[in-house]
């Protein structure tokens, strides 16, 4: 199974996830704090926007509006990396 770099936007250190891991996850065993609180995608408390790359969902539709997935925001605790990804805080 391949493996992704995942990427905070303006920070040095970087983790890495294969497509079953969440970047929160990834993130977490990188030593990058992160905030979190559900862990399931309906908080809220960990959105982020997608830079650069790709995420999927084990859910259909995790907490996030049509426009803001549309203008590129994810949620950590639950996305899954398909490419490299370079994320920055919501």
Do not use: H
């Amino acid at each position: 199974m391949p493996t992704f770099r995942i990427r905070v936007d303006g920070q040095v250190t970087e983790g890495e996830a294969d497509s079953e891991t969440s970047l929160f996850a990834a993130l977490s065993r990188a030593g990058i704090a992160w905030p979190v609180s559900c862990r399931n995608g309906t908080c809220r408390t960990c959105i982020a926007r997608l830079l650069q790359g790709r995420v999927r969902y084990d859910i259909a539709w995790p907490g996030l509006s049509a426009e803001e997935k549309e203008e590129g925001y994810c949620l950590p605790c639950i996305a899954r990396p398909l490419a490299d990804v370079v994320i920055t805080r919501g």
